[in-house]
């Protein structure tokens, strides 16, 4: 997994004046088993996104995170798919 995180805040009107950290880039990539040796390989990820504080910035991390691990399960459940 790779996160990348502007440190300066950002103000401006989305941020309602408050300010927040530009997320860069938040990345998952991995393989699924497609059955009979054969592997596909996927990526889920975030770009150019603003978090509040920290505590959103790990949401959005959560959020990539999930999505590969529904990706890995709907891929178990369907081995030869």
Excluded: C, K
Excluded at 14 to 39: C, H, I, K, M, W
Excluded at 58 to 65: A, C, G
Aim: hydrophobic share 40%.
């Amino acid at each position: 997994m790779e996160a990348a995180v502007r440190r300066a805040p950002l103000t401006g009107p989305r941020s309602g004046g408050r300010p927040q950290l530009a997320v860069g880039g938040e990345t998952v990539a991995g393989y699924l088993d497609a059955g009979n040796g054969r592997l596909h390989a996927f990526f889920a990820g975030v770009d150019n996104t603003r978090a509040a504080d920290v505590d959103d910035f790990l949401e959005v991390v959560d959020d990539v995170t999930n999505v590969a691990a529904l990706l890995q399960q709907q891929a178990a459940r369907h081995p030869h798919h």
